[in-house]
């Protein structure tokens, strides 16, 4: 089983401040996904990354895959209240093998 | 389309007692899984099916969790005599196929065991 472990845990900033999240294993992937979660409803697909150091922009998230293809990042620019979420990173296999996530809240 | 709906949204029970969780997954799709999401925990694999192959169990936690699919669509996950420790949420997602690496997640069943 590959594990994967996201950090931080918890975050919690202000409207309009930028931040990171990260995803890390000692495992390499195919690729990688990044969900989020909103509270009361499923995880949601926003990206899939691929190749090694490929960067994917989705509006102001920008998702990194590293170089050897065992890590990842999740970056937001100037955090509005509706990131706030559970962001979940997930390894491809049959199930998905999903981190435990970042919590994040951004107070307006 | 419609997406992954479940039933009920939240549901209460006593200590002991059997519950039944429903999906209705995306039209068309093969490949059914059931999660659990603890409170401050990720996602936690329990079953899944994949058209007409038998279901990967492996992540069922007892013997007290069961999980069926009829006519390759809807599915119910069953917990009979329900502890405390079974008090989470209950994710449902559907995907084309197995292998395909997109799934769609339902809103969840809320179960508490009192």
């Known amino acids: 089983t590959q594990l994967l472990e996201q950090s931080p845990q918890f975050l919690s900033i202000q409207e309009g401040e930028n931040l990171t999240v990260y995803c890390n294993s000692s495992s390499v992937f195919s690729s990688l996904q990044w969900y989020r979660q909103e509270p009361g409803e499923g995880p949601v697909l926003l990206v899939t990354?691929?190749?090694?150091?490929e960067v994917k922009k989705l509006k102001r998230l920008t998702f990194q895959f590293g170089d050897a293809r065992k890590d990842s990042s999740l970056h937001i620019t100037a955090a509005q209240p509706g990131d706030t979420g559970l962001y979940l990173c997930a390894a491809p296999d049959t199930p998905l093998v999903f981190g435990k996530g970042t919590r994040l809240s951004v107070i307006a | 389309g419609a997406g992954v709906s479940q039933s009920p949204s939240n549901k209460v029970t006593e200590k002991g007692k059997d519950v039944e969780l429903r999906c209705d997954p995306i039209s068309g799709h093969t490949a059914l899984y059931w999660y659990r999401q603890s409170l401050g925990q990720g996602l936690e694999f329990l079953i899944y099916?994949?058209?007409?192959?038998?279901?990967?169990k492996s992540g069922l936690p007892s013997d007290r969790f069961s999980a069926e699919r009829t006519g390759g669509s809807v599915s119910t996950l069953t917990i009979q005599r329900t502890q405390q420790e079974d008090s989470a949420v209950y994710l449902c997602?559907?995907?084309?196929?197995?292998?395909?690496?997109?799934?769609?997640f339902g809103p969840g069943t809320r179960l508490t065991v009192l």
């Open positions: 990354v691929v190749t090694g150091g």
């Open positions: 099916f994949q058209g007409n192959s038998a279901p990967d």
């Open positions: 997602a559907s995907s084309l196929y197995a292998r395909v690496n997109e799934q769609f």
